[in-house]
């Protein structure tokens, strides 16, 4: 697939052809590690988690593998934790992944939108987060009712500011599952 913007995460068609890998045997070198942190119980850290979780259930169509096995693992969503532990912060851009680890006292450097980076940040992110909020470690199966919170109450304000924008919904799958 063409890309066509690579200002966010600097990776152009001549580096994704030169040091990327087939799209199924990316999809089942993933698949295999999420399976065995499942087995493991190890928590997968995902910023944003509706929007990877939802591309990685589309993947699981098109290669016709059954994500129901997808189910067991534990996700743990910096975004989510964020806006429920702290909702009124102000500013555009504040819940990007960089300004979030900015506030947590984390460093942030030009590896920023690069995938082994961002994940990495994510983890910090959600370890600051236990740090800062122990009671997290016991209330991490609220997250989706939390996402559904704060979609609605973004939903209400863009009924009165900006009618017309419908939000998506669902966690850690959006709904409905958009065609991609």
Known sequence: IPITNSSIHNITDEIAARDGAGEYDSFMRLRACLIEMRDERIPVVIFNAAYDWTILFHQYRKFGANFEEMKA?????????????????????????????KRY???????????????????????????????????LQYQPDWHREQMESLQQYFNKTKPGVVIEQG???REPIPDL
Do not use: C, F, T
């Open 73 to 101: 693992v534990r996700i743990l969503d910096p975004l989510v934790i964020d806006r429920r532990v702290d909702k009124y912060v102000r500013g555009k851009g504040q819940r990007q992944q960089g300004n979030v680890a």
């Open 105 to 139: 006292g984390l460093e942030v450097d030009e590896r920023l939108h690069s995938g082994q980076y961002d994940a990495e940040l994510a983890v910090q992110i959600a370890r600051a987060m236990g740090r800062k909020h122990p009671w997290l470690s016991q209330q």
């Open 171 to 173: 966690w850690p799958i």
